[in-house]
Structure formats: C-alpha cells, structure tokens
C-alpha cells in the first residue's frame, strides 16, 4: 500500500531563506506527484506537477525535484517571505491520489 | 472563470441529519473527486468519479452515497450524519489533458453534533 510522508510536521525560518520541504513514498510505481498549497480555511491550490519521465519542475521561486528510485521528492523555497506562509502537501499517483499530512511552514518576518 | 465551486461553506447538523454537498466544476473535467481532511490525517478520498454516469468508491466510502448528475455537478449525500463525519470535505476535479492535475474547491466545514 502506498504511503506518503512529509517530514517536519512544521518548519519556522526567517525570511530570506532558502528551504527544503521533503516528501517520500514507499511505492516508485506512480505517473505523478503534485505539490499543494493550502491556507488556512481554504482549498488546495496546485503549485507543481512533475510526471514520472520528469525529474524536475520550476515556477517562479519554487522548484521540485523527484526521485523516483528512491521515492522522494523536494520542494525548494528560494528567498522565502512572509506570504509563503501555508501548509504545503504533496499527492503521489499510482492510479488515485494518496495525499502527504503536509508541512505547515512559518516565514517570520 | 469559477473553477470549482462548493456549497455549502460551513453546515452543523445533528446526529441522524441527512444532507447534500454540491459541487460544480465549469473545465469540462472528466474526474472528479469528494476528500475528506482531519487533523494529523490528510486527505483522503470518499468518492471519486472518472466520467459522467460512473462512480467508485475511494479510501473511506462508508456513510456517503454520491450521484454524478452531469459532466459538471458530482454530489455527495450523508444519508444519516454521524459526529465521525465532522470534517472539512473537499471536493476536486481533474482532466487526462492536463496530466491528471487537481483542481479544488474551497471546502465544505461540516460539524455533527
């Protein structure tokens, strides 16, 4: 059975730092894996997709990274600020998605 | 462009209640997909339905029906609300085009008393 894990539960950083949030699952038979973000009292908004053939995708000050082998997947944060401040959650596909308990990250101004 | 639109926001019932979750989606997605979210637990999938006219059961289907009315509207019932059932439940859409990629709404808040 497929897990996914997101370790820390909650990250604090100053602003201005480059950060790493990490994801792993135990299953490398997947199609994709999504990155989430997710505030407080709201719905998940898609950051990045990266399919199975993919090692990598980048947006803007976000890029994420997969491991397929290895069975995990980053998400790096350049110049972190404020308003990055959210829960990120990451979702594998094998066939339906199985969702991480996400990290809940603090940029301290 | 809405997206993927919920309703209700918030709704407290009593124990044996039944009610009805309404979710749309104006994509033209394929899939879609009810989640339930709880502390320490994640998402994890209720219903989900690959195509207008199917629906298979997810992770955690007991004490949810769902009914695929069309291609836009995917609804979930609780037939006889329990207090396990107080979650934020979220509904979701996806299209083989765009690699499967989920699209939300903005969650239903639901306490059983």
């Known amino acids: 059975k497929q897990e996914v894990t997101q370790i820390p539960a909650a990250l604090s950083v100053p602003e201005g730092e480059n950060l790493v949030l990490n994801c792993s699952f135990t299953?490398?038979?997947?199609?994709?894996l999504q990155w989430f973000r997710q505030d407080p009292g709201k719905g998940l908004t898609s950051l990045l997709l990266?399919?199975?053939?993919?090692r990598e995708q980048t947006s803007g000050r976000l890029n994420a990274s997969l491991d397929k082998s290895s069975g995990r997947s980053t998400l790096y944060i350049a110049a972190s600020q404020p308003g990055d401040s959210a829960t990120y959650l990451c979702?594998?596909?094998?066939?339906?998605?199985?969702f991480g308990t996400g990290t809940r990250l603090k940029v301290l101004a | 462009n809405a997206g993927v639109t919920q309703t209700p926001k918030f709704q407290v019932l009593k124990t044996g209640q039944s009610m009805t979750l309404q979710c749309a989606q104006d994509?033209?997605?394929?899939?879609m997909y009810w989640y339930r979210q709880d502390p320490g637990m994640g998402l994890r999938l209720i219903y989900y339905s690959a195509s207008e006219g199917t629906t298979d059961k997810g992770e955690v289907p007991n004490g949810y029906n769902v009914s695929r009315l069309n291609k836009r509207e995917f609804s979930l019932r609780l037939e006889s609300a329990a207090p396990s059932q107080t979650s934020v439940y979220f509904c979701a859409s996806s299209e083989l085009a765009s690699r499967e990629k989920l699209f939300f709404g903005s969650g239903t808040q639901l306490s059983v008393l």
């Open positions: 994509m033209n997605h394929n899939s």
């Open positions: 990266i399919q199975s053939s993919q």
């Open positions: 299953d490398s038979a997947i199609y994709n």
């Open positions: 979702a594998v596909r094998p066939y339906k998605y199985i």
